[in-house]
């Protein structure tokens, strides 16, 4: 099994900056790709940055502000938020996808909470 652990959320004014890290350990084979997605109250789960074979790609929402990199040797995948906004507000989910063969599966960790107040 693989493990997703996730922390640097909280409270920020809009204008401020977080930094969100995703720490994954556990029976990890192969790491296809590893991003960031975000559930606002109300709505859908929504992609917000990913990063796979050293590519990267970001919803329109984020780009400029946000940056995901990714730290292999420590399989562990950061997002650098910067200019927050109040419509950043959400759980942010960290998620894993490994492909052993031609199967994918993926891996989701447990949510941080991201609050940015006006």
Same mark, same amino acid.
Request: glycine share 12%.
């Given at each position: 099994?693989?493990?997703?652990?996730?922390?640097?959320?909280?409270?920020?004014?809009? !204008? !401020? +900056?977080? &930094?969100?890290?995703? *720490?994954?350990?556990?029976?990890? @084979?192969?790491?296809? *790709? #590893?991003?960031?997605? &975000?559930?606002?109250? !109300?709505?859908? &789960?929504?992609?917000?940055?990913?990063?796979? !074979?050293?590519?990267?790609?970001?919803?329109?929402?984020?780009?400029?502000? @946000?940056?995901?990199? &990714?730290? =292999?040797?420590? =399989?562990? $995948?950061?997002?650098? #938020?910067? +200019?927050?906004?109040?419509?950043?507000?959400?759980?942010?989910?960290?998620?894993? =996808?490994?492909? $052993?063969?031609?199967?994918?599966? =993926?891996?989701?960790?447990?949510?941080?909470?991201?609050?940015? +107040?006006?």
């Amino acid at each position: 099994q693989v493990q997703l652990v996730e922390s640097g959320g909280g409270l920020v004014q809009a !204008g !401020g +900056s977080l &930094r969100l890290s995703c *720490a994954a350990s556990g029976s990890i @084979f192969s790491i296809n *790709a #590893m991003g960031w997605y &975000r559930q606002a109250p !109300g709505k859908q &789960r929504e992609l917000v940055a990913i990063t796979s !074979g050293g590519n990267t790609n970001y919803a329109d929402s984020v780009k400029g502000r @946000f940056t995901i990199s &990714r730290d =292999n040797a420590k =399989n562990t $995948v950061y997002l650098q #938020m910067n +200019s927050l906004k109040p419509e950043d507000t959400a759980v942010y989910y960290c998620k894993l =996808n490994s492909r $052993v063969g031609s199967v994918n599966y =993926n891996y989701w960790g447990q949510g941080t909470q991201v609050t940015v +107040s006006s």
